[in-house]
């Protein structure tokens, strides 16, 4: 039994949840979401919730209903606020700018590099922290492991790109060789 799926996901005013053609629809706000659905998932609205069921006794069904149940709620919760996603560009002459629908970064490579932008997210720059938003979940933080993974912040000066929350353990390096007399 999912404890996720077999609580019903509320439905705050201002939001329309639509299900049909094996597809969910949420509208708000922050925009437009859609998703396929699996067979295996059955999706219902009543009373001002979203309900999740397994539409048969299969494994299958089981697994997917918990996943199906988290997707419409991240579905719910982005478009009336949306996702957020902070990277800090940390190294000397490490910058990053937004470039038209491409963000253009120079991190210690002999050529910029573009990461262009997906539709739906918008990014911002602020000295050396980039700014990652959108409604879909899965769109803000693939692209946020898209940009990280241009230059991974390295373990002894802890140079590259990384999450703001995130912690680079650090390295101690090389020590002077002390001489034997």
């Known amino acids: ?19 049909g053609s094996g597809e969910v629809i949420v509208k708000g706000k922050g925009g437009t979401l859609k998703r396929t659905v699996h067979p295996a998932v059955a ?3 009543a009373n001002g919730e979203v309900t999740v069921a397994p539409a048969s006794e299969s494994r ?3 697994a997917l209903w918990g996943t199906y149940a988290a997707h419409v709620r991240n579905m719910i919760a982005g478009v009336n606020t949306p996702f957020t996603k902070k990277l800090i560009v940390e190294g000397i002459g490490y910058r ?4 038209g629908k491409a963000l253009k970064l ?3 490579f002999s050529h910029p590099v573009l990461v262009p932008v997906p539709e739906g997210v918008t ?3 602020d000295k050396g922290t980039i700014a990652i938003v959108g409604a879909d979940k899965e769109k803000v933080g693939q692209f946020a492991a898209a940009v990280r993974a241009k230059r991974v912040p390295e373990p002894y000066k ?3 790109i990384r999450y703001e ?13 002390v001489a034997a007399a």
Do not use: N, Y
């Not at 929350?165 to 060789?177: H, P, S, Y």
């Open 158 to 160: 802890g140079k590259g």
């Open 60 to 62: 299958l069904a089981r």
């Open 106 to 108: 120079s991190v210690g």
């Open 1 to 19: 039994m999912s404890r996720i799926g077999k609580k019903p996901i509320q439905i705050p005013s201002g939001t329309d949840v639509s299900v």
């Open 165 to 177: 929350d995130e912690v680079v353990r650090r390295k101690q390096g090389k020590k002077a060789a």
């Open 43 to 45: 999706i219902s609205i």
């Open 96 to 99: 990053a700018e937004v470039a």
């Open 123 to 125: 990014v911002s720059i």
